[in-house]
């Protein structure tokens, strides 16, 4: 199989287990979804002067953009990994950690750069909502890719 069709499936499965360990968060603490994807993507329009409606319409183009640079970050974390392990072939010691730092920088750098989030300023509670999705995201790309490249 190619690495890039094995990237994207792993980045698939990666991102799929980041959704459920969120939304089970979510469900147990009775948390709001976040919402700086949505504010990511009103700045990024904003950038681009692109126009994303008014009221509703707007609200809408903006939480479905923002779920959708979620599943990019998540293919785009397995394809880096991908192109390292095909030279390299990490252990599960090197590549669970090596997915869910990719995974983590990948969201959370362009978050910071533009403005939408400050992990400077987060509180534990905060720093555990983001790492253990991202923790699952790496243990499930990393067993994934294993899987397919068998």
Known sequence: MHTLVRGLLAGAAGTSA?????????????????????QAVDRMAGLVDVDLGEGERADNRKEALGALLGY???????????LADAR????????????????????????TLLGTTDPRSWSVADWISDVVPH????VTAYAAHRLLTS
């Not at 980041?18 to 949505?38: E, F, G, H, K, W």
């Not at 950690?97 to 995974?103: F, K, Q, R, V």
């Open 18 to 38: 980041l959704n459920v360990v969120t939304y089970l968060d979510m469900a147990i603490r009775a948390r709001p979804a976040s919402s700086t994807p949505q």
């Open 72 to 82: 990019g970050t998540g293919a785009g974390a397995a394809l880096c990994y991908g």
């Open 88 to 111: 390299c072939r990490p252990s599960w010691p090197v590549g669970v950690p090596a997915l869910t730092a990719l995974a983590m920088v990948g969201s959370n750098a362009p978050l």
């Open 135 to 138: 923790l699952a995201y790496g």
